[in-house]
């Protein structure tokens, strides 16, 4: 009853479209045009993604912290390693760029050589007081040579800060207002301001400026994935189109391909602007994924209609066919490829919810817009013509064809013997995986900015903050001694680390006051003693200036303290290491009974997020392999058959995990992917073939081997057709700038090229080898959905 209701459903779809035709385009339009109105909602991620829940317990902390503190990744630093800097000339341009930053009004404070001022004791009034190292401007050598001793061997409160003693080089630290950080405004400053002066301050003074700090890496990063989005979209286009080109050879078809993918594209941008959600890197992925994922819908559409005319030359019923035999098929692909993206929608993150809805949403519309432009348009164009149907005829397809009849035939043990031995091989490659959880491992290594990280790696030992918070407990508890004492051992833990740069904080201020009270002697510079901390502490009390260089490692009740370092471009391995060292000196030095010290920042919330997605891996995986088999049950109604349907489906996901072992290709947020995407997709191939196999079956009164052969000739041509053109489709993404990019575009081209090669070889091979336990009526029952209707004429051979 169901399989009539079917076929009746594709056959009234058939004529509503076709009867309908002007009024389908004109709502077609309509929509476009609406969902074109809703690309003003399109806006570009200002801030990092954050791949953990809301409720997260990392993130419950981190945003503890910025309730607090506020605002931590707000500080953009320049750098100069240019013995030339220390001549009276080029220090004063320095410092007068540095000047000229302060007057905009998204810059909060600017710090250069010249804002830094000695703390001095004031005897008279009992009190500390500020006084500059540059009063006005640098007028001679002599006050260069002065400032050089006093900065890099008296005053070790700046050291590693804006200056590093070892190398000479210089730096200046623009802190940027905390309420513009995440909004575009910071991106106007930063290409609008920041750039274009620097620019003409290197060339004035013939100096290299180096630029970084999260605002800018930030900045620039997107501006990278805005820049990309054209470039694949186009690569896509015109990648397709050539593979299209070559395989029907003809104008007519690749042009209305590309009229239906590009209009699949402006409603995909169109629903990411409806939704109100940002472009990520994985949301830009999508545009130029609807084109690679359209364009095998065209193919499987337009060469049936092809076929048809070419049948029986009838090109209205040839359109009708199209809909009702190619309508469900196609459906049905593109359910079990949505499902694959749809996984992600289950998973607690936020970055990756979105990606999941938004390919979901645009593959299922991808779907309706074949369905409906290409059997129209074709209704007004002229009947095709003896050489727009010359490549049904390539003979160089039924040599491959033929290849893969042979091997089935003749080399069963062969394919299972390559097919076990890649798993043993695999398997050994997944053990050698690991696990990345970089900020910035990701980001185009051509670019300046990233070049200008690794030099303050080098040079001041990284620009990724992690912060540690100190509760007390108590209100004005940090200024007590013993709390400083606490905080200092775990200072003197970091300063070891040598991924980790020299930690800043309430103790150093503590310490340059207790030198400033000994006249700026820099053996002074240690924490005082319990008689010298009432003395020293009196005079900080009548000091509005320390005062406010204490607001930026203090909240204002004095309850909680901040230790701020910066971390470099480390794995998660390493990361995991030294979050283990400082929480059991923390558990060691500071009492739960009276403290609170938790261990935060960006860069840590990025790892955890890598982790907890690696870990939610399998689960989405699945939830995917779950969901396309009862896909599978629906359709076919048989258990053995699943297990069939799955195998040459797994395989190729685990070559490509061994491959990625073997090669070095980390698990992170970008190659997560994979796995998902590229299960949902191939698995299409295999209802095609099952399903064609089927039909074989009751038309060649279950005959199995028969019903095998037929079947991988009738779909292996329109197979190797989809997946070369998904295989150079996915290709295109390896001219991302973006390592993740590179590697997800390489390693989901490979997996499907595996995957044709195991629903072509091995699937056929198990079909045949275990015939006497699937081939009879009661295991292949008649499906709950019948995917490709049987032919009602003599033309079910062709």
């Known amino acids: 009853m169901f399989k009539l209701f079917t076929t009746g459903f594709w056959e009234v779809i058939a004529r509503l479209i076709l009867r309908n035709r002007i ?4 709502t077609i339009g309509l929509i476009t045009v609406a969902l074109g109105s809703q690309w003003k909602n399109m806006r570009f991620t200002y801030t990092e993604a954050n791949l953990l829940p809301d409720d997260h317990e990392v993130n419950v902390t981190y945003n503890e912290f910025l309730k607090i503190f506020g605002e931590e990744g707000n500080l953009i630093v320049l750098g100069v390693k240019d013995s030339s800097l220390f001549t009276v000339e080029k220090l004063n341009a320095w410092n007068r760029l540095s000047e000229d930053f302060k007057s905009y009004d998204e810059v909060d404070a600017v710090l250069s050589i010249k804002d830094l001022q000695k703390l001095v004791k004031n005897t008279d009034k009992q009190k500390f007081e500020l006084e500059p190292f540059i009063k006005d401007s640098i007028e001679s050598l002599d006050q260069i040579t002065i400032l050089e001793k006093e900065l890099f061997e008296q005053y070790p409160f700046y050291d590693n800060f804006l200056f590093n003693k070892n190398t000479k080089t210089v730096r200046t630290a623009i802190y940027l207002k905390k309420d513009i950080v995440n909004t575009s405004a910071r991106k ?7 750039e274009k002066k620097i620019e003409a301050f290197e060339n004035a003074n013939n100096l290299d400026v180096r630029v ?12 990278n994935i805005v820049d990309e989005i054209g470039l694949f979209v186009g690569a896509a286009l ?16 690749t042009f209305i391909s590309l009229i239906v993918v590009s209009i699949g594209v402006m409603w995909t941008l169109g629903i990411i602007g409806f939704l109100n959600y940002e472009i990520t890197v994985l949301t830009a992925l999508i545009p130029p994924l609807i084109i690679v994922i359209g364009i095998p819908n ?17 090109k209205v019923k040839s359109l009708q066919r199209v809909v009702t035999k190619i309508g469900n098929a196609t459906l049905m692909t593109n359910v079990t490829t949505a499902s694959g993206f749809a996984t992600f929608m289950l998973t607690e993150s936020t970055l990756l919810k979105e990606f999941g809805v938004v390919a979901s949403l645009s593959i299922l519309a991808i779907f309706m817009l074949c369905l409906l432009i290409i059997p129209i348009i074709y209704s007004f164009m002229p009947f095709p013509k003896d050489r727009h149907l010359e490549h049904l005829n390539k003979r160089w397809i039924g ?16 394919i299972y013997f390559s097919a076990v031995i890649l798993l043993i091989v695999s398997m050994i490659g997944i053990f050698q995986i690991k696990v990345s959880g970089s900020l910035i491992e990701d980001m185009p290594k051509n670019q300046e900015f990233f070049q200008d990280i690794r030099f303050f790696e080098s040079e001041f030992n990284g620009i990724m903050p992690l912060e540690i918070m100190v509760d007390t407990k108590r209100k004005k508890g940090v200024m007590k001694l013993s709390a400083l004492k606490r905080m200092n051992e775990l200072e003197e833990l970091i300063d070891e680390i040598p991924e980790l740069s020299r930690p800043v904080s309430v103790v150093s201020l503590v310490k340059y006051s207790k030198q400033a009270y000994y006249n700026g002697n820099p053996k002074y510079y240690q924490l005082p003693t319990s008689q010298e901390n009432s003395f020293i502490l009196s005079y900080a009390k009548n000091s509005s200036s320390e005062a406010n260089l204490l607001k930026s490692f203090v909240d204002s009740t004095g309850q909680y303290a901040r230790i701020t370092t910066f971390m470099k471009d480390i794995g998660t391995d390493k990361m995991e290491r030294i979050e283990e060292d400082l929480q059991a000196k923390i558990d060691k030095v500071f009492p739960k009974e009276n403290y609170n010290v938790t261990i935060t920042g960006k860069a840590l919330v990025f790892q955890k997020g890598t982790t907890y997605l690696v870990k939610n891996l399998a689960i989405s995986l699945s939830l995917a392999i779950f969901l396309i088999s009862l896909f599978m049950a629906y359709m076919f109604r048989s258990f053995r058959m699943i297990l069939i349907s799955l195998i040459p489906n797994l395989l190729p996901l685990l070559i490509t995990a061994g491959l990625m072992g073997y090669l070095g290709v980390p698990i992170k947020p970008s190659t997560i992917l994979v796995f998902s995407i590229a299960f949902g997709i191939s698995v299409d ?16 009164h279950w005959k199995i081997r028969k019903s095998v052969y037929a079947a991988l000739r009738e779909t292996g041509v329109s197979m190797f057709y989809t997946s070369i053109v998904l295989f150079f489709g996915f290709s295109v993404f390896t001219i991302s700038s973006f390592g993740g990019t590179v590697a997800l575009g390489a390693l989901v081209s490979a997996t499907l090229l595996f995957a044709m090669l195991s629903n072509l070889l091995l699937l056929p091979s198990l079909l045949l080898s275990l015939e006497r336990s699937i081939a009879n009526k009661e295991v292949l029952k008649e499906p709950s959905i019948n995917i490709i209707p049987e032919e009602d004429d003599e033309n079910l051979k062709d």
């Not at 065209?298 to 009838?314: T, W």
């Not at 073939?689 to 074989?696: I, P």
């Open 212 to 223: 970084s700090g999260m605002p800018y890496i930030r900045t620039l990063n997107a501006q």
């Open 23 to 26: 009024a389908i385009l004109i």
């Open 238 to 253: 015109l990648v397709t189109s050539l593979i299209f080109f070559f395989f029907f050879r003809s104008f007519r078809a």
């Open 399 to 414: 040599g491959f064809v033929n290849w893969m009849e042979r091997m089935v035939k003749e080399r069963k043990i062969t």
């Open 298 to 314: 065209c193919i499987f559409l337009i060469n049936k209609y092809q076929n048809e005319v070419k049948s029986h030359g009838n």
């Open 188 to 194: 106007d400053f930063i290409i609008d301001v920041l």
């Open 685 to 700: 191939d295999t209802i095609h073939f099952l399903a064609k196999y089927r039909q074989e079956l009751q038309a060649n």
